[in-house]
């Protein structure tokens, strides 16, 4: 059974702070993504990675960069939060193109 | 890029009606459809997904259609039970080395008992 997981299900941080935002798959996907879920907007792609090491701007990148050392582990970091950061975060994970993808429980970000 | 439409952004049904979401796509390159239902307070998931060599798919109350030429691909549901009830989004992906999925909006579906 895919696992994917998430290190915080909720966060509350301050603006200006950096923000690290974990994903771990367990399943040796060599695709990982983070969205951001917000209500009328859908899912919303950050950053994928093909690789380790690999990384492709998604449709949002502006704020946010990524992380991934390690096959299994995806690190989202806001550099400096902002409030119009506070968002629903997924990560989601998958073996190719036409497979799908494999959802985290999502991590609720407020910045205050 | 790819830009993904989706309608309506809220579905209300009675038990036992049929339910239909419609989704647009913009570039003709795209090959692969998937539709992931999201729950309340849950994660999304695939339910069935389509590819655009096939016009439509069907599992059991779920069925998908596709229409190249207009760049269209429905979501049908008959039999609606009160568990259908949660957002369904539709994406649209160039498939192969691509590996980028673009989603809709989403619809939240709501079967009334």
């Known amino acids: 059974d895919v696992k994917v997981t998430q290190s915080s299900r909720y966060l509350v941080k301050r603006t200006g702070e950096k923000v690290f935002l974990e994903c771990v798959q367990d399943m040796d996907h060599e695709n990982m993504f983070w969205y951001r879920q917000d209500p009328g907007l859908g899912l919303r792609l950050i950053y994928f990675?093909?690789?380790?090491?690999?990384?492709e701007k998604g449709d949002i990148p502006e704020g946010y960069s990524v992380s991934r050392e390690k096959k299994e582990r995806f690190s989202l970091i806001l550099e400096s939060a902002s409030t119009n950061q506070t968002s629903m975060y997924l990560c989601?994970?998958?073996?190719?193109?036409?497979?799908?993808?494999?959802f985290g429980p999502g991590t609720r970000l407020t910045v205050l | 890029g790819e830009n993904v439409e989706q309608h309506p952004s809220t579905l209300s049904v009675q038990e036992g009606d049929s339910a239909v979401i419609k989704c647009t796509y913009s570039?003709?390159?795209?090959?692969?459809f998937p539709w992931y239902k999201q729950e309340l307070g849950k994660r999304p998931q695939l339910i069935i997904d389509?590819?655009?060599?096939?016009g439509e798919k069907k599992d059991q109350r779920i069925a998908v259609t596709l229409n190249k030429t207009a760049k269209h691909f429905s979501l049908h549901i008959t039999e609606t039970q009160p568990e259908d009830s949660a957002v369904y989004f539709c994406?649209?992906?160039?498939?192969?080395?691509?590996?980028?999925?673009?989603f809709g909006t989403g619809t939240k579906l709501q079967v009334i008992p």
């Open positions: 570039d003709s390159a795209s090959n692969y």
């Open positions: 994406a649209a992906s160039m498939g192969g080395g691509y590996q980028k999925v673009t």
């Open positions: 989601a994970s998958n073996s190719g193109a036409y497979n799908e993808q494999f």
């Open positions: 990675s093909y690789d380790v090491k690999m990384k």
């Open positions: 389509i590819r655009s060599n096939v």
